[in-house]
């Protein structure tokens, strides 16, 4: 989340909805998120994730939640309230299967790309039933589960639109355009958002490049910051694969398992999804 007292402005990052490459440009804006998490406590393993409540109440604090805002930090949630309040949607389908993708990789180390079409339809099938009583319940999900969160929880609380400034995965640059011409005082500029893609889904080519990557973070970091800025694009070509169109896991959110899951627990987001398409068209 950015919030900038200075300008009046407020970005809201929904997960899995191409966020990231859109907060790393406003950080600089930024004035409350460091302020937000002081005195609480971190959790041991996980970067940006505290305590806002007891010892096991942990908050991903790069997605917080419009109830968690108003019940623990007033302060905040009133100036999105006041201020202009800037958030990005993802076709729910499409977030969904990335959510998956995202929760087998990060708390199961599988990675999409090594799974048959049998086996990840299947993982499919149990992580779904795993979140389903999470929903259901009706509370903020456990940090493990952030990127679940239904969209409008970012967006809406109580029937009230809080982020009143709605751009999809599809329409970043209308986004930044909208944003540059607010931010507009004489030569100010903010850098383009590079993601043209809904926060994509990479797998290793390789599974021994993947096991080393997982084991060699910090190795790999140090190889990325010796190399020129034109090599790394074919490092990362060479290294990753996109989950491109034809791949199981896009076929899996026409699935009727994935398209009857989002009916029941998306519905409010495929209506604001839809409004933006329609409004965009």
């Known amino acids: ?34 302020s937000m998490a002081v005195g609480l406590p971190p959790h041991p393993e996980r970067a940006f994730t505290f305590a806002v409540g007891d010892e096991h ?46 929760r087998l990789k990060q708390f199961h180390r599988v990675a999409v790309g090594d799974l048959s079409a049998t086996a990840l339809e299947d993982a499919v099938s149990r992580t ?7 929903l259901i319940s009706g509370n903020d999900l456990p940090y493990g589960y952030v990127h679940f969160e239904r969209q409008s929880a970012f ?19 209308r986004m930044h355009g909208d ?19 809904a926060n994509t889904t990479k797998t290793h080519r390789f599974a021994l490049l993947r096991r080393f990557a997982e084991g060699s973070e910090g190795r790999l970091k140090a190889v990325k910051a010796i190399l020129p800025q034109s090599a790394k694009p074919v ?34 987001d495929l209506q604001i999804w839809r409004h933006l398409r329609s409004r965009a068209a």
């Open 179 to 197: 944003l540059q011409r607010y931010l507009q005082r004489g030569d100010m500029k903010i850098a383009p958002f590079h993601e043209t893609r």
């Open 128 to 134: 779904l039933r795993e979140i389903e009583p999470l």
């Open 57 to 102: 109440d942990y908050r991903d604090f790069h997605h917080l939640t419009l109830r968690c805002l108003r019940d623990r930090f007033p302060r905040e949630f009133g100036k999105l309230r006041d201020y202009r309040c800037y958030a990005i949607l993802r076709e729910p389908h499409e977030r969904l299967v990335s959510s998956v993708a995202q």
């Open 235 to 268: 490092l990362q070509r060479f290294v990753y694969r996109d989950r491109a169109a034809g791949d199981e896991g896009v076929r899996l959110e026409d699935g009727e398992v994935v398209r009857d899951f989002v009916r029941r627990h998306y519905g409010r």
């Open 1 to 34: 989340m950015i919030i900038s007292d200075t300008h009046r402005f407020a970005f809201v990052h929904i997960p899995k909805c191409a966020g990231t490459s859109v907060r790393s440009v406003l950080e600089p804006f930024d004035e409350s998120g460091a």
């Open 155 to 173: 967006v809406e609380l109580d029937g009230e639109t809080v982020a009143d400034r709605l751009f999809t995965t599809r329409t970043l640059q």
